[in-house]
């Protein structure tokens, strides 16, 4: 199979450069012309596939995906010498003389490849194999230096190429033949409910029967009697009234016969009609539904781009892609999975001297399972690094302001850990334009619960730290329990809904000023929905009781108080829109059979602002030292030896309220340090006579300056730049080609802690 996939390549390569040629860009013929060359070695199998190779083959395909997505721009100056540079590298691979012929690369080897040095062996390129190995055939590998990615070939099937777009208009119609379903079941209750009127009806005219028969009885011996005129035409009378009466009653049998057979039919064809939605949504569920490899497919290259430059050697395996989820789903998973595979090797995955001294493999390991879970999916992302520190994670919540310390103080070290999902909590030692905003894991939250998923973490140090991920199957449609408070109804999600209760008023607590219920022996915290909504409460006791129902999601459990609980069925998800989408605690809506919208509650988003409601209802009380702080214009110093430079970050910070002074090299930054009070100093790093590294460590060394945020902005984009950067004690690094003005100033503002007066 190895030999198959290089003939494909290989045919992709030509292909490509056929097309450029057409075309008339030269510039990617050459590329593929040099390309195929590899190719061709490779397919002889007299090339020894080294990292440098690979590192190689990546670059290339970097380039010409950079290329095809600029084709209109064409080439810069720098472009063109980088290109010229790569044909010429790719032209310099040779075949060698110890030759690795592909068959000869075992599967899963059982014992150490032979490579020409240490050094290769140290940088060795990920083998991919394609069948899975055992517990037996993996254990002797858990040292090797080699990252393994285990791969499953899919059958080939015979395809039609249609356009996504009308897929997915053909399941949006598909959808809302759900909205027809249900109201042929509710026309079907509503006769059945005739139908039961009807048999009230005989019911009481069975026990009137024998009263009409006494009438009628009395009529006929009245009729042989002799009696005057006006007796006479009152009897004639009662007999028209007895006359009615059994033809309506024959009347009503009839139509009594007819709503039977009606409901009959109705329910027959509700039935049917239930029968063949489910199949063609089914049907076209499987249409839509893509593997996960679909989105999987990518993660080697990203972890191996990531270990890379970051001096880290990563193993990655992947189990369980072949399991099919909603591919609106896959897509927007995208970006979150890749901030936690960022997050595992950034934050996780130690460098490989220390994991040495800690005695682990020096290669790291992040593992990728899915999983079914009752008609949902669980998404597994777990790492072997150094964990998340509880204390970290409590350092930065003080440094964010999230919570207080006495609130901090109040948490375990596992609801501790809870708190990284919270927007501008960082646990990492130095902002830069990839990490240190505290946003990732925040984004990643945010993204999954749109979906109507749920996120938690698991850590132990040096273990390693797991994401479980929930997701439902598709987008589209869902089982829901409709709700009422404050006199408008809602739907809430049933795989939110842990159970549904009736508790006395009595039965309710206080503890710690807030209300809780005793559900299993265990308390659990009461919030009223119409209170977290921001509507009018109506709640009430309904025969004594009180109806609660306990929700669960990314690790909180709360119960909330409704007006009444009325029943669960599937409900059709719509968007609301652009316009809408950061209305805070509604997901969605859905339209009943009756033409009534009723909204979709966010589950995970409502427990938020409920834990917001009753943790933080007592603000951190501000100290005097701290409003003398907020009173004043926060100051700042610029220190770059460009008069440009110094003047434009000089410029912004102004605009934004600051006040600044600037510093033309190190040197006099240092003495203006000394004699001034500063909140935080801008530095560049290449600078005559003090650098910024040495500036900063500078100030780390001097008792009453140690504390004072540096943030260092710099055309220095390489990691070791950053990491001399943490060592020196920088709090930020912002490289100059990825500036942002925002991203500046959101910084500034967390580093200082105040907002500009």
């Not at 472009?79 to 068959?103: D, W, Y």
């Not at 009481?204 to 011996?221: H, M, S, Y």
């Not at 597994?380 to 999230?402: C, H, N, P, W, Y």
């Amino acid at each position: 199979e190895e030999t198959e996939r290089v003939e494909i390549i290989f045919r992709e390569a030509h292909s490509l450069k056929g097309a450029a040629r057409a075309v008339n860009l030269t510039d990617m013929e050459m590329v593929c012309q040099a390309l195929e060359s590899i190719f061709s070695l490779m397919k002889k199998k007299t090339l020894l596939l080294t990292t440098d190779v690979f590192d190689l083959l990546q670059e290339t395909v970097d380039f010409l995906a950079q290329r095809l997505a600029n084709l209109e721009q064409g080439l810069t100056t720098d472009e063109h010498i980088f290109e010229k540079e790569l044909i010429g590298r790719i032209e310099r691979v040779k075949p060698t003389a110890e030759s690795t012929r592909l068959n000869e690369i075992e599967t899963i080897p059982q014992a150490p490849v032979e490579h020409v040095d240490e050094a290769v062996q140290a940088k060795e390129e990920p083998i991919i194999s394609f069948q899975e190995p055992s517990a037996d055939e993996i254990a002797p590998m858990q040292n090797e230096l080699k990252p393994q990615v285990y791969l499953k070939a899919v059958p080939t099937e015979e395809t039609l190429r249609v356009p996504s777009s009308r897929l997915a208009e053909l399941l949006l119609q598909s959808e809302v033949l759900l909205s027809a379903n249900q109201s042929a079941i509710r026309l079907t209750g509503d006769v059945k409910r005739v139908k039961n009127t009807y048999a009230k009806w005989k019911k009481e005219r069975t026990l009137v029967l024998p009263a009409i028969q006494e009438v009628r009885n009395c009529i006929q011996d009245k009729s042989k009697l002799k009696v005057s005129p006006e007796e006479m035409e009152n009897t004639h009378a009662l007999n028209k009234i007895m006359d009615f009466l059994d033809w309506n009653s024959e009347f009503i049998q009839s139509t009594e016969v007819a709503i039977n057979a009606l409901y009959k039919s109705a329910e027959r064809d509700s039935q049917a009609l239930d029968g063949m939605i489910d199949a063609l949504m089914d049907g076209m569920k499987k249409v839509t539904l893509f593997p996960f490899s679909y989105l999987l497919e990518m993660m080697p290259k990203v972890v191996r781009d990531l270990a890379k430059d970051g001096g880290r050697q990563v193993v990655l395996e992947i189990k369980g892609d072949d399991i099919e989820i909603d591919r609106r789903i896959l897509e927007e998973l995208r970006e979150p999975m890749i901030h936690l595979i960022r997050n595992c090797v950034d934050h996780g995955i130690e460098k490989p001297e220390v994991r040495e001294k800690k005695g682990k493999p020096i290669s790291g390991k992040i593992a990728i399972e899915v999983l079914p879970k009752d008609h949902k999916v669980e998404l597994i992302i777990a790492d072997d690094g150094a964990g998340i520190a509880a204390e970290s994670v409590r350092e930065a919540m003080l440094k964010s302001g999230t919570l207080s310390t006495e609130q901090i103080a109040s948490l375990s070290d596992r609801e501790l850990i809870s708190y990284v999902f919270f927007s501008g909590v960082s646990t990492s030692p130095i902002i830069t334009e990839i990490s240190g905003r505290g946003l990732g894991l925040s984004i990643v939250q945010e993204k999954v619960e749109k979906l109507g998923g749920s996120i938690t973490v698991e850590t132990k140090a040096e273990i390693g730290t797991k994401f479980h991920i929930v997701l439902p199957l598709t987008i589209a449609n869902f089982r829901g329990i409709f709700v009422t408070a404050g006199n408008q109804e809602f739907v809430l999600p049933t795989m939110y809904v842990e159970r549904v209760v009736r508790v006395r008023s009595s039965e309710i607590r206080l503890i710690e000023n807030r209300e809780v219920i005793i559900l299993d022996n265990s308390p659990i915290s009461l919030v009223r929905l119409s209170a977290v909504l921001g509507i009018t409460e109506t709640a009430k006791q309904q025969e004594g009781y009180l109806q609660l129902l306990v929700l669960t999601a990314t690790g909180i459990r709360i119960a909330f108080l409704v007006d009444s609980i009325h029943y669960e069925q599937e409900v059709l998800f719509k968007m609301l829109g652009p316009q809408l989408t950061q209305v805070r605690n509604i997901s969605g809506a859905t339209v009943l059979p009756s033409g009534q919208t009723v909204l979709i509650l966010s589950v995970p988003n409502l427990l938020k602002s409920a834990v917001q409601a009753s943790v933080l209802q007592n603000p951190l009380q501000t100290s005097e030292e701290s409003v003398k702080t907020m009173e004043r214009k926060a100051s700042v110093l610029v220190v770059d030896d460009s008069i440009t430079t110094r003047t434009f970050l000089k410029n912004i910070m102004e605009t934004a309220g600051y006040f600044v002074q600037t510093a033309t090299n190190g040197i006099e930054a240092l003495s203006k340090v000394k004699a001034n009070a500063y909140d935080i100093v801008l530095s560049d790093v290449n600078m005559p006579g003090m650098t910024g590294f040495d500036l900063t460590e500078k100030i780390r060394q001097n008792r009453n300056t140690k504390s004072l945020p540096v943030i260092l902005i710099t055309t220095l984009a390489s990691r070791e730049d950053q990491e001399r950067g943490i060592d020196v004690g920088a709090n930020a690094y912002i490289v100059k080609s990825a500036f942002d003005q925002s991203n500046l100033l959101d910084v500034v503002k967390r580093l200082i802690g105040t907002e500009v007066q």
